[in-house]
């Protein structure tokens, strides 16, 4: 029996008819050449976030981001004029990659007036100018104004950076993020500077760590050891229903109502809660950030938790009610691991007091994260062992359904038009 | 002349500032998987009762020129943020139902 207004077809899922409701296949997380067809037919045509302008405080300032999965290297950079650019990490000369540091696999970041190659040293300005050749004059033939860094598509929205590594963009970053997403446009992101970065290698499929973050169905059960036995056994008879799913084109979110921690007895809470006025769901005692934008809260939820934007193909943006948010990010490295990047932001902390409840808040996320990876890798092994291989979702679980549902939609799309030419 | 590494008023503290004055989460995070359930109890039941204190003391300055006995103290309340996980919650210093899971904090906040 769910506790909660359904849409009129009588459950999200249905009103959503293009999805089905038929058990769902998991092949396309357990499966090399699914993976192979996933790199063009995905991380070559969508736009992908690859961080934030705040990375990027002045001329000059740079950060790499490798994309193993399209096998590309993108260096990011504010330019002379202040603009953000983006180019392949690609020497002209003979190939070398152009920005790194110890190890040539890893990211990096820092600032610089040009960039210089290891290799011989040919020397490219902010804009991606060639502007300096060692022994320019051994060479034949050759105009500096025809060797420029090969730039990457490159767009900004609400001071999140966007790539798309394709040749030209099918939409521009405005079309391909939708109503649905730029509806959050306002949000005052750029106060919340105070940022937590994490980083994991987690040994699934990236798509099934998107799953594990887009449904809460296994919140009361997977963590129920995470919180006072008075509280788990509370959550885990009234289970877990969300007020609202949306979707839109390739992306979906889901919004959830609040528990106002404090009100609950003091045995469902931890004792450092009390005292941190902080826990999972972050500081009790939030900033005062004015007005919202309509595309938050979407379903009007009172008391509201959280909203959950999950872009296509693989980042994520989760607001909370108490005035922070979180980003996550999926990289794929191979058919069964991929990087895992999770950020939190805050509105910076005024005194010693805020940062500990954002300490708190950071801490108790990384517990959670600990188990969620753990079990990933659980799940992964016992899918390629191809024993079961469809899974009935609940209409809980409807994000799971569209996610695997729309990767399968890219790839076939991928697939006609490339047979056919 | 005293080297004591903590403000006056956390003298009885002292003995945890050597272990637990720890400037980053990796450090920290490193220390309690290293630590027994028995050290961590220690530490949570000697500092828990005067965390309130502590904070209160950190913010009689500001957050960005906290003076260095003020700052180890900051540290020392983030140590017993990370112990509370152990001591409060799995009774066990990982994260149960963790198994090998790593995530690592590449950046943060400083302090
Ligand atoms: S490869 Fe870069 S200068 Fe030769």
């Not at chain 1, 943006?317 to 990289?331: E, F, K, R, V």
């Not at chain 1, 390629?384 to 939609?409: M, Y």
């Not at chain 2, 003995?15 to 028995?38: I, K, N, Q, V």
Request: net charge negative; hydrophobic share 40%.
């Amino acid at each position: 029996m769910s506790r909660l207004p359904k849409p009129p077809e009588g459950s999200w899922t249905e009103h959503y008819p293009e999805l089905g409701t038929a058990p769902v296949s998991y092949e396309d997380s357990i499966s090399p050449e699914f993976y192979e067809l996933e790199r063009e037919a995905i991380f070559r045509r969508a736009w992908l976030n690859v961080g934030r302008v705040e990375q990027l405080p002045r001329k000059g300032s740079y950060f790499t981001k490798e994309v193993r999965v399209a096998r590309t290297s993108v260096v990011v950079v504010r330019d002379g004029g202040g603009g953000v650019r983006a180019f392949f990490n690609v020497c002209r000369h003979r190939g070398n990659k152009l920005v790194w540091d110890e190890f040539p696999g890893e990211e990096t970041s820092g600032f610089c007036r040009q960039f210089t190659c290891k290799y011989h040293g040919w020397r490219y300005g902010l804009d991606g100018a060639l502007n300096f050749v060692q022994q320019e004059g051994e060479f034949f033939d050759l105009d500096k104004e025809d060797f420029g860094l090969v730039p990457v598509h490159c767009e900004v929205w609400a001071g999140f950076i966007f790539v798309n590594l394709a040749r030209e963009p099918e939409q521009s970053l405005h079309d391909f993020l939708g109503p649905m997403v730029t509806a959050l446009d306002g949000y005052p992101f750029d106060k919340m500077t105070e940022r937590f970065y994490y980083r994991a290698e987690v040994g699934a499929n990236w798509k099934l760590y998107m799953d594990a973050f887009q449904e809460f169905y296994h919140a009361p059960v997977l963590h129920a050891k995470q919180t006072p036995a008075k509280f788990s056994t509370a959550a885990q008879q009234s289970g877990f229903e969300a007020p609202h799913y949306q979707l839109d084109g390739p992306h979906r979110l889901v919004s959830t109502s609040g528990i106002v921690a404090w009100e609950l007895a003091s045995d469902m809470r931890k004792p450092m809660e009390d005292i941190t006025r902080s826990g999972l769901f972050g500081p009790w005692d939030g900033p005062e950030l004015g007005e919202m934008p309509p595309g938050l809260n979407p379903a009007g939820c009172d008391p509201w938790g959280l909203d959950s934007f999950q872009l296509w193909p693989n980042f994520v943006i989760l607001i909370w009610s108490g005035g922070w948010y979180l980003t996550y990010q999926y990289w794929p490295t191979s058919y069964n691991t991929h990087t895992f990047e999770g950020n939190l932001y805050f509105v910076p902390a005024r005194n010693a007091r805020e940062r500990v409840a954002h300490e708190m808040a950071a801490v108790t996320f990384k517990e959670y994260g600990l188990q969620d990876g753990n079990t990933l890798e659980a799940t992964q092994m016992s899918l390629e062992s191809r024993a079961v291989t469809h899974f009935p979702l609940n209409d809980q679980e409807i994000l799971c359904r569209h996610l695997h549902k729309v990767a399968a939609d890219w790839v076939e799309d991928y697939k006609k038009n490339h047979t056919e030419v | 002349m005293t080297d004591r590494l903590l403000p006056a008023g956390f003298a009885e503290l002292e003995p945890f500032a050597g272990t637990w004055c720890l400037a980053t989460e990796t450090e920290r995070y490193a220390r309690r998987m290293a630590s027994s359930m028995e050290e961590m109890r220690t530490f949570y039941d000697a500092f828990f009762p005067r965390l309130e204190e502590a904070v209160a003391h950190c913010d009689t300055f500001p957050l960005d020129a906290l003076p260095e006995d003020a700052r180890r103290l900051l540290q020392l309340v983030y140590s017993l943020v990370m112990v509370s996980m152990s001591i409060e919650i799995f009774h066990q210093p990982k994260a149960v139902d963790a198994a090998d899971a790593e995530i690592e904090r590449v950046r943060e906040p400083v302090p």
